[in-house]
């Protein structure tokens, strides 16, 4: 695929990079960004999923992640949360649906499955820029908030895929929180209640598609979203139900934004890691 390069900043021994191409799924032009190591040949990447409102500058600029993978032989590379430059009925109305609101999932009702196929976006077209583009041979996937949500879904449903999942303050149940009623509502229509139960981790997990591998998930007891949106005890209680390993910190005192995932990422950089030397050893 032929991906166009907007802007390279070094850092770290690095380079920090923006990148642009056209999408034969979403039919727009997508952007992401890139922070590629300087010191070693590059193997292996992880996949930041990023969460509502967000673009893909949020993840590069505030997380600190440059310095984490600096010595390492892993990238990251950071989507857009949607597709961009379009003007779809209710699209720009709201922070919680439509542009900067792509869920992760492929909309079928009309419009917006013409553009907004961003599960299969991932899971296809970035894993083709990421082997073709960039000569990655391993792939894991982390995310926050929505994109907590979208690694979960990706994660166990392409298993074989992504060596490692983890996640930030993810919306683990959507269709019990009022996030993600809206989002299938608007995205799925009249086959919300069916499709929903395909693009929820707890259902999926019922339906036993459990992973090999641990989950890790960071949450903070300050998030002022645990309650109503993002329902981790949900998950938590499915995974003990199906026998699907998984690590939740709950940390005191923290919310649901950049300075939380900032001070906690060096632990899930980590584990990636952990997950990329187990296959390559």
Known sequence: MIINSLKSVKSFDGHTKYFEHASNLTKTTMKFSTFIPGKKKVKNAII????????????????????????????????????????????????????????????????????????????????????????????????????????????????????????????????????????????????????ALANDATEILRKGRATRNCILIEQGLDDEFLKEQLLTENFENICKEVGQELKVNYREGYDHSYFFIATYLEEHVQFHLEAFKEVQD
């Not at 009022?178 to 608007?186: R, S, T």
Request: charged content about 20%; some cysteine.
């Open 48 to 195: 930041w999923l990023s969460g509502l409102t967000c673009t893909e500058e949020n993840f590069i600029t505030k997380s600190g992640v440059q310095k984490l993978l600096a010595d390492t032989d892993t990238m990251i590379i950071c989507p857009d949360t949607s597709p961009r430059g379009l003007e779809l009925t209710n699209e720009h109305d709201s922070y919680d649906f439509g542009s900067g609101a792509g869920f992760y999932i492929n909309a079928t009702t009309d419009g917006y499955r013409d553009h907004y196929k961003m599960y299969d976006y991932i899971f296809e077209e970035i894993t083709e820029i990421l082997h073709n583009n960039f000569d990655i041979q391993n792939i894991s996937i982390m995310g926050h908030s929505m994109g907590g949500h979208g690694a979960l879904i990706l994660g166990l449903k392409e298993k074989e895929l992504y060596k490692a999942i983890s996640a930030f303050s993810p919306i683990t149940n959507p269709i019990n929180c009022p996030w993600g009623q809206k989002a299938f509502k608007g995205y799925f229509g009249e086959q919300a209640q069916e499709l």
